[in-house]
């Protein structure tokens, strides 16, 4: 089974200010890492991808950044934030299978 | 690249009863999975269903079937006996087969609201 820690649920937080969005996931080991982001009322966006420790793969450039310091750890990071940064961000890991994503709980950002 | 469809941004159906959502893709690839998502308004990602594009067969889960079209590139998902726990958004998403990646390409949503 996998289960997928996301923290903090909800952040709110000012314009320029950093960030730092922590995904955790537990089961199978070496996984595929994923960060999405959903604007209201959209789909998913792919935001980073990570086959391993210390991997990244950028989908969209902007000012967020991903890093894998551990096998089961995801952070999302920004130096300064955009009031397009709002939306609710999705950590998923591949499992299983047929490889689909597991997703977690979400973060929900909100900048102001 | 693959994109995926989904051209009904929101429906309704009467609790109990049956409504079918639609999804197109477009894709070069032969191997790949589809696959339906639920978000909730916990907005949590549950996945509903997979179908792999090499099974003629449809997938079913309990109250959920899909109509694979692969020729026609179209999945649609139906849910029977409609529930209020079904309300909604569903997602649609393709996933090519073999890789390492396993990079999932979603729909834009519909929004399902079942009504008692």
């Known amino acids: 089974s996998q289960t997928i820690h996301q923290w903090p649920a909800t952040l709110v937080q000012p314009v320029g200010s950093p960030l730092s969005l922590e995904c955790t996931v537990e089961?199978?080991?070496?996984?595929?890492l994923y960060w999405y982001r959903q604007a209201a009322g959209r789909g998913l966006q792919l935001l980073f991808y990570s086959v391993g420790i210390g991997q990244i793969s950028s989908e969209v450039p902007q000012n967020l950044s991903a890093s894998r310091p551990q096998d089961r750890q995801f952070i999302l990071s920004s130096k300064k934030l955009l009031l397009s940064d709002s939306g609710f961000y999705l950590c998923?890991?591949?499992?299983?299978?047929?490889?689909?994503?597991?997703f977690g709980p979400g973060t929900r950002l909100t900048v102001l | 690249a693959q994109t995926v469809t989904q051209s009904q941004p929101e429906m309704s159906v009467q609790e109990a009863e049956t409504v079918t959502l639609s999804c197109t893709y477009d894709?070069?690839?032969?191997?790949?999975?589809l696959f339906w998502y639920k978000q909730p308004p916990s907005r949590q990602m549950i996945l509903v269903i997979r179908?792999?594009?090499?099974?003629?067969q449809n997938a079913t889960e309990n109250r959920f079937s899909v109509n694979f079209q692969k020729a026609a590139k179209s999945f649609s998902l139906k849910i029977s006996d409609s529930q209020l726990g079904d309300t909604a958004m569903y997602f649609c998403?393709?996933?090519?087969?073999?890789?390492?990646?396993?990079?999932?390409?979603f729909g834009k949503g519909t929004k399902l609201s079942v009504k008692p």
């Open positions: 179908q792999e594009a090499y099974k003629q």
């Open positions: 998923a890991q591949n499992s299983g299978r047929y490889n689909e994503q597991f």
């Open positions: 894709t070069s690839e032969n191997n790949y999975y």
């Open positions: 998403a393709f996933m090519k087969r073999g890789g390492s990646q396993g990079n999932l390409i």
């Open positions: 089961g199978t080991s070496n996984p595929n």
